[in-house]
């Protein structure tokens, strides 16, 4: 593994001295890997709080699936999901972050107290999402994404795979700061399993250390993905469900902190925490020999 690196601070946010956890809320019936679970109001904000107590130092909201072959919510439903679980959840002190592709629904849990926006497709799926965040002085997420869910797979093409997504990574950064987002207020992240078949994440978790030429804190989202259940898959070649992938998303998160990742987003936090925790254990006691 390459040396670790300093993981970054995010303006806006607090700041942690160890790869952040953050805990997904998905307020959809029909989520990836944990759809329909927390679906009404009252459940999705007892999970969040479970989250944290389990060790979440960021709570992700989001009211649309982006699963593979998934079609889009209209935004009244999104706004009705979202709004709620972030009010209750920074009623509570939790530090949220908003999972969206829409500006409206951006702006409105910002005013409901989220204090990150993180839109899988980078700013590109609403004209209105960079002006939005801009003029909220919010920190936003700027993820790696070739198109919307439905047909995403079919844009999984490269030919170098790492250094097409450090590209056009650094495509969307300079877009998005020159629509007014302060670079102090940019996360990157590869988005794993989006247009990536499994062998393309793997090759992005082998070579996180290249993103780290864009100068800003990366986030890995691995949790429950469909490369981990290929990875897993036993002799006839069936992945385990989404649901039996946490201890290998605990030793992705493990990795990527490891490789400096200012935070990992996880569906099961319980041994995420752990994870980071012992990495940084580990890179405590390098100083130490
Ligand atoms: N993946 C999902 C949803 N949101 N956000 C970021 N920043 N990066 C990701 O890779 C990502 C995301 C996929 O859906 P899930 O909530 O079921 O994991």
Redesign the pocket.
């Given at each position: 593994m390459s040396t670790l690196y300093g993981r970054g601070s995010v303006a806006g946010l607090p700041t942690f001295d160890r790869c952040a956890v953050m805990g997904?809320v998905?307020v959809t019936p029909d989520?990836?890997?944990?759809?329909g679970r927390w679906f009404d109001t009252t459940t999705a904000v007892k999970h969040g709080l479970d989250l944290v107590t389990e060790g979440a130092d960021l709570v992700?909201v989001?009211g649309e699936?982006?699963?593979p072959g998934a079609s889009r919510v209209d935004e009244a439903e999104e706004l009705r999901r979202v709004v709620p679980v972030v009010r209750d959840l920074v009623s509570e002190g939790v530090t949220v972050s908003v999972?969206t592709m829409r500006a409206k629904v951006a702006e409105q849990a910002l005013q409901a107290g989220a204090r990150l926006v993180?839109?899988?497709s980078g700013g590109l799926a609403d004209p209105a999402m960079v002006p939005t965040v801009a003029a909220a002085g919010a920190p936003f997420?700027v993820?790696h994404w070739r198109g919307f869910s439905e047909d995403m797979n079919s844009k999984a093409v490269y030919e170098d795979v790492v250094g097409e997504v450090v590209t056009e990574l650094h495509a969307r950064v300079e877009a998005v700061v020159a629509g007014g987002i302060a670079p102090e207020h940019i996360v990157i992240?590869?988005?794993?399993?989006?247009a990536k078949q499994a062998e393309h994440d793997l090759a992005l978790m082998a070579h996180l250390a290249d993103l780290r030429s864009l100068g800003r804190p990366i986030?890995?989202?691995?949790?429950?993905?469909r490369f981990l259940g290929r990875v897993l898959a036993g002799p006839e070649g069936a992945p385990p469900p989404?649901r039996e992938r946490d201890a290998a998303t605990a030793a992705v998160s493990a990795i990527a902190a490891h490789e400096g990742a200012w935070a990992v987003?996880v569906?099961e936090v319980r041994a995420t925490a752990d994870a980071v925790r012992v990495a940084r254990a580990i890179q405590g006691a390098k100083g130490a020999k």
């Open positions: 997904v998905n989520s990836f890997s944990d759809g992700d989001g699936s982006t699963r999972d993180n839109d899988v997420v993820m992240d590869p988005g794993l399993g989006f986030l890995v989202a691995a949790s429950r993905k989404a987003r569906h």
